[in-house]
């Protein structure tokens, strides 16, 4: 089975501020990686995956993550945010094999507050 | 287009109504899902459809009735609810392949359910 912590509930900043949001995830196979941005009263959009390949994914909006294998970490950092990043991010894992309609396993979300 | 339409937005339920919440897309994806959303929580999976066949339930109960009559187009027939599964209600496509790999969820904007 596969689990997702994101270790913080909420990350306030000031605008123009970097911020990281974190996510470890545990897996006794190999997965696949998501950020996912949910806007007040919205459904969910997918900010950037890591499938395979290069461990550095850049993603919409500016944002980007880093796989980290060793310390089953897939962190989320964005150099400048903007008061519209204002949002509910959720980290997600799937397993890679089996059915392409595997379940995804979404961490409890981190709150990120933009003020001005 | 990589729209998915939810409706209604809202709904307010007793818990002796039998209502249905309807989501459609027009990608040609062949998976489609459900996801139920509480307060301040993350998305959890429900039911997948793929090829207009159920495909995973996550052990939902009854109450929670869903079809799949085409591939454009997923229903959830709510009957007896509870006052606790009064949530956002999440529909989502994508891609389908038994041959495994990554297809994108695209997520509609859901329906904001409660119960009375």
């Known amino acids: 089975a596969q689990s997702v912590t994101q270790l913080d509930s909420q990350v306030p900043v000031f605008e123009e501020a970097p911020v990281e949001l974190r996510c470890n995830y545990s897996?006794?196979?190999?997965?696949?990686l998501f950020w996912y941005v949910q806007y007040p009263n919205q459904g969910l959009q997918l900010l950037l995956k890591?499938?395979?390949?290069?461990?550095l994914v850049k993603g919409i909006n500016g944002f980007e993550a880093e796989f980290n294998k060793s310390q089953t970490s897939f962190h989320l950092r964005k150099p400048s945010v903007h008061i519209s990043d204002t949002a509910e991010y959720f980290c997600?894992?799937?397993?890679?094999?089996?059915?392409?309609?595997?379940?995804?396993?979404f961490g409890k979300g981190t709150k990120l507050s933009v003020k001005p | 287009d990589t729209e998915v339409t939810q409706t209604p937005k809202h709904l307010v339920m007793g818990m002796t109504n039998k209502k249905s919440l309807k989501c459609e897309q027009h990608?040609?994806?062949?998976?489609m899902y459900w996801y139920k959303q509480k307060a301040k929580k993350p998305p959890e999976l429900m039911f997948v459809?793929?090829?207009?066949?159920?495909?995973i339930n996550e052990s939902v109960p009854s109450r929670f009735s869903p079809e799949c009559p085409n591939s454009s187009l997923l229903n959830l027939h709510l009957h007896a609810l509870q006052p606790e599964d009064s949530a956002l209600y999440l529909c989502?496509?994508?891609?389908?392949?038994?041959?495994?790999?990554?297809?994108?969820?695209?997520f509609g904007p859901g329906t904001r359910l409660t119960v009375t």
């Open positions: 989502a496509s994508s891609q389908s392949s038994l041959a495994g790999g990554y297809y994108e969820q695209y």
């Open positions: 897996s006794s196979v190999s997965v696949y």
């Open positions: 890591y499938l395979s390949g290069s461990t």
């Open positions: 997600a894992v799937r397993r890679s094999s089996g059915g392409s309609q595997g379940n995804l396993i």
């Open positions: 990608m040609g994806h062949r998976a």
């Open positions: 459809y793929s090829y207009e066949k159920l495909s």
